[in-house]
């Protein structure tokens, strides 16, 4: 019950810190580089896919150029907690809202997997939706800012087994504060439907490979050079 109450708690907290967003700027692409930890997302266009909840999809990609490091939940399941919210401007810059922190409503247990460990100079990623049913209708800027909890240290299975290890006790999972920011997109939106602005797509950089979800000990595998 106490971890229950924690939890409501601790949503309350990130949703006003969210809600409170007017304050929160548009910026240029910050790449992650703190210590050991450096690296930069890439937010791009994928597919559009009109259907009832009306679901624009894009691709988020993070590459590591630090050393191979764990990172918390670079997919973006939302099973967990999020790593990063994805922010939603009108063109002049202003904070709308959290875009996809209002759609993932299950949870589950967190586990060893729940980390992923990438190799440097590869990257993880995949397929971002986000819903657009709601707003109106016009020209709008998207970016993916992250959490402290992406560079957080995994657990080991110990800790986890014997439920000696509460992440919403932890800093890095109660903050929301900046840690990086992705590239931005431009996209349109009319009839609850988005797409992006006809504009030049952004240059995804070369990399040697992709990384997949590892077990918690082996030699991490990699994609092919």
């Not at 971890?3 to 700027?25: D, K, M, R, W, Y």
């Amino acid at each position: 019950m106490k971890s229950i109450v924690l939890q409501l708690l601790i949503c309350g907290f990130v949703s006003q810190t969210i809600s409170a967003g007017n304050e929160l700027p548009l910026k240029p692409e910050v790449p992650l580089d703190i210590g050991s930890y450096r690296g930069t997302a890439i937010l791009s266009y994928h597919i559009a896919i009109y259907n009832q909840q009306d679901i624009f999809t894009a691709d988020i990609r993070f590459i590591n150029r630090g050393i191979g490091s764990y990172f918390y939940n670079p997919f973006f399941d939302t099973l967990i907690p999020l790593p990063a919210q994805v922010a939603l401007f009108d063109r002049n810059g202003s904070f709308i809202r959290d875009m996809i922190g209002r759609m993932h409503k299950s949870r589950r247990g967190f586990d060893t997997n729940s980390w992923t460990w990438i190799p440097g100079d590869r990257y993880v990623g995949g397929d971002l939706p986000v819903s657009f049913a709601g707003i109106p209708a016009g020209s709008y800027l998207l970016q993916v800012i992250f959490f402290p909890c992406f560079i957080s240290s995994r657990p080991t299975e110990k800790a986890l087994s014997e439920h000696s290890w509460d992440p919403y006790s932890k800093p890095d999972f109660a903050s929301t504060s900046e840690l990086f920011r992705s590239n931005v997109i431009s996209l349109v939106v009319k009839d609850g439907k988005a797409a992006q602005q006809a504009e030049p797509p952004a240059t995804k950089p070369t990399v040697k490979g992709s990384a997949e979800v590892q077990p918690p000990t082996p030699t991490p595998k990699v994609g092919p050079q």
